[in-house]
C-alpha cells in the first residue's frame, strides 16, 4: 500500500480555479493508477478522475469532464487535479487514491487519504 496526503482545498467562488495536490510514499508509486473521488453530504463516493502510471491515458467523469484535468509527477510522487470553471455542484471531500487496476474503480482502490474539503459557493 501506498500512504497519500491531499491538500489545496478551500473555498472557491462559482466559475473559480482550486489545484488538489496528492503526495505519495514508498518507491512504488510510479506504478499505481491514481485518482480522485469526491463526497458530498449525504451522498455516496463517486469517481472524478484517474491517470495511468504512466501518465498517458486518463478518464474523467461526465460531470467534470472539460473543467478538470488530472496529471501526475512521478519524480515528486504527486498526482494533481486541477478544477477550472468550479460549479456549487463540485462542493464536497475529495479523496486521492491508489489502485493496481484499469480503469479506476472505486472497488479495486487500495489506498485511500484523508481528504480535503472543497467548498464552492454561488
Known amino acids: 500500500q501506498v500512504l497519500l496526503v491531499e491538500s489545496g482545498g478551500g473555498l472557491a467562488q462559482a466559475g473559480g480555479s482550486l489545484r488538489l495536490s496528492c503526495v505519495g510514499s514508498?518507491?512504488?508509486?510510479?506504478?499505481?493508477?491514481m485518482g480522485w473521488f469526491r463526497q458530498a453530504p449525504g451522498k455516496e463516493r463517486e469517481f472524478v478522475a484517474a491517470i495511468f502510471w504512466s501518465g498517458d491515458m486518463s478518464q474523467y467523469a461526465d460531470s467534470v469532464k472539460g473543467r478538470f484535468t488530472i496529471s501526475r509527477d512521478n519524480a515528486k510522487n504527486t498526482v494533481y487535479l486541477q478544477m477550472n470553471t468550479l460549479k456549487p455542484d463540485d462542493t464536497a471531500v475529495y479523496y486521492c487514491?491508489?489502485?493496481?487496476?484499469?480503469?479506476?474503480?472505486?472497488?479495486?482502490?487500495?489506498?485511500w487519504g484523508q481528504g480535503t474539503q472543497v467548498t464552492v459557493s454561488s
Open positions: 487514491a491508489a489502485a493496481t487496476y484499469w480503469p479506476m474503480d472505486i472497488s479495486k482502490v487500495e489506498s
Open positions: 514508498g518507491r512504488m508509486f510510479s506504478r499505481y493508477v
